[in-house]
């Protein structure tokens, strides 16, 4: 009796427990596994649908070795000049997709949303050197090796129209008008293009390219309540707007509605994915004096840490503040316009794909996992915390981002990117340029060079903190780490 009783209540409060949507202990990290590697494998081609690229990728990466020094094109194209992660000798987020006897190279969410730093893989941060221009300028040239592998393309319609989406792409993300001049910034403005394409009209001039670093996605549950992307722009809408990249990959609207749900599945995938740990000693005794610091100089905008009882963080929506307070690079916000909130409103999506205007400004991120999301701010314009910290025209104001995610690039003391004016490996590249692509060599090696003079760039506004002591910021710095 007693113990059908105590089965009883166990069976009540598994289900008061699951109804509140809490976890048993170990739960949410068994589930963070397991959410991880799913999203990890996953793109949306499908039936010659989705994004791709060029279909002769993955062939080519195979079967030419096109450096004079002999390095492998994978490495050299894939990770050095287009920025993809490698892991097990594999570029993580592309995928072999096989499509009526074709190898496509379809591109996942992880091509962007998984990152280095201090030499770890950590999936749900930022890719800090993709770089879709260079892939997009790289396309062509890839399928005329391709079309060299095979002597001449294969002439039936499938492949035809799965080239000819690819290079579509591939030419909008080379638009010089609107493409990123950096590694690691990806123009917003690729997917707007859509929008002025479908209503007939050209790309405005000085339409705004609105660069920004790949948001991490740690928290993600809380924030989409509030608002997608660093401006809020859109309205927990996720879904309607990762429709809106399909169509920037070549897409037709009739089609892109049938993803829907499955981007609604993506997106409760990651929802509660868990930040990284701090990789390295922690002086606790200097964070406890830290925290007072962040609670007396950063709290009213970045909000107080809960744990629970795993340690793991509890999430909170980040708040919105004003751009005239945190003065920060406008560029992302400029091209918001109400003409432009017409195209998306009286598009064939305009059903589904929301907007909302919170006024100019951007969300003051909450600050979870924030060791490994250098560089920092909304464009990635500054390259540590310590820097973060100084007075914004004192900043760093040019600096490298070459295998910004490797350990030696980790600066544990500043917290973040080491600053270096990176030459030696890109002079190292210029000598050993691969044959059919000496023309734009130059311009293609100095894209880890982060100029925040340049458009979009500008490392200027959050002055908060810059008036600490030099003890205090450190003291800051190590409470940051425990976040
Ligand atoms: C080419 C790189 C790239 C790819 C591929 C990509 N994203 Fe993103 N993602 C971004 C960038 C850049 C932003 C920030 C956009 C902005 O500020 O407007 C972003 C923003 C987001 C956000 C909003 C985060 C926030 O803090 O509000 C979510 C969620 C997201 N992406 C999910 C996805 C999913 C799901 C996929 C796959 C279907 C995907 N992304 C593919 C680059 C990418
Ligand atoms: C008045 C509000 C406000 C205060 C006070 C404030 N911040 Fe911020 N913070 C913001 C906003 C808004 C952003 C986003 C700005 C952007 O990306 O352009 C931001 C961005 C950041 C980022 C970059 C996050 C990322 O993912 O790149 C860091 C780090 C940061 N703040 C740390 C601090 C620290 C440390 C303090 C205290 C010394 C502080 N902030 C005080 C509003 C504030």
Avoid at 14 to 32: E, K, N, V, Y
Avoid at 432 to 449: G, H
């Amino acid at each position: 009796m007693g113990r059908s009783l105590l089965f009883l209540a166990s069976i009540l409060a598994l289900a008061i427990f699951s109804l509140a949507g809490f976890d048993f202990p170990g739960g949410r990290i068994q589930s963070d596994i397991k959410a991880k590697e799913a999203f990890k494998n996953l793109n949306f081609f499908a039936e010659g649908r989705g994004i791709h690229l060029v279909p002769g990728l993955i062939e080519v990466s195979e079967n030419f070795n096109l450096t004079k020094s002999g390095l492998a094109l994978r490495d050299v194209i894939l990770h050095d000049r287009w920025g993809f992660n490698i892991e097990n000798h594999w570029p993580v987020g592309l995928f072999d997709e096989e499509f009526k006897g074709m190898r496509i190279g379809a591109l996942g969410c992880v091509a962007c949303h998984s990152g280095r730093a201090a030499g770890q893989l950590i999936l749900g941060l930022g890719n800090k050197n993709i770089d879709v221009f260079a892939i997009g300028r790289d396309a062509s040239y890839i399928e005329n090796l391709y079309i060299e592998l095979h002597r001449q393309p294969r002439n039936d319609p499938d492949f035809l129209a799965v080239r000819d989406s690819a290079l579509q792409f591939a030419k909008l993300l080379s638009n010089r008008k609107i493409a990123n001049t950096t590694q690691g910034m990806v123009p917003v403005s690729f997917i707007r293009a859509w929008f002025y394409k479908n209503a007939n009209l050209s790309l405005p001039e000085g339409l705004t390219r609105g660069a920004v670093k790949v948001p991490p996605l740690w928290g993600y549950g809380e924030k989409r309540k509030v608002g997608q992307f660093s401006d809020g722009y859109g309205n927990g809408n996720l879904p309607g707007w990762a429709i809106a990249v399909e169509l920037s990959g070549g897409q037709r609207p009739e089609t892109v509605r049938s993803y829907l749900p499955k981007i609604e599945e993506a997106e409760n995938l990651f929802s509660d994915f868990l930040p990284p740990k701090y990789p390295f000693e922690i002086d606790s005794t200097k964070a406890a004096k830290g925290k007072v610091v962040f609670e007396k100089t950063c709290v009213r905008c970045h909000g107080q840490y809960q744990i629970d009882g795993e340690g793991l963080p509890i999430y909170e929506a980040p708040k919105f503040i004003p751009l005239s307070v945190v003065n920060t690079d406008d560029d992302r916000l400029a091209a918001n316009t109400p003409f432009f909130n017409h195209l998306v409103e009286t598009s064939p999506l305009g059903d589904i794909i929301r907007h909302t205007d919170l006024g100019r400004g951007y969300f003051a991120p909450r600050l979870v996992g924030i060791w490994s999301r250098f560089p920092y701010l909304h464009n990635g314009s500054v390259p540590n915390i310590f820097n973060l910290l100084k007075p914004p025209t004192q900043r760093s104001k040019i600096f490298s981002v070459q295998d910004a995610g490797e350990e030696f690039r980790f600066d544990k003391a500043k917290l973040g990117l080491t600053i270096e004016n990176l030459t030696h490996r890109e002079a190292k590249r210029r000598n050993a340029p691969f044959t059919p692509f000496n023309a734009e060599e130059e311009e293609l090696t100095t894209r880890t060079k982060y100029n925040t003079q340049e458009v979009g760039h500008s490392n200027l506004g959050h002055p908060f903190g810059t008036t600490l002591s030099q003890e205090e910021k450190y003291q800051l710095i190590e409470y940051l780490k425990t976040l």
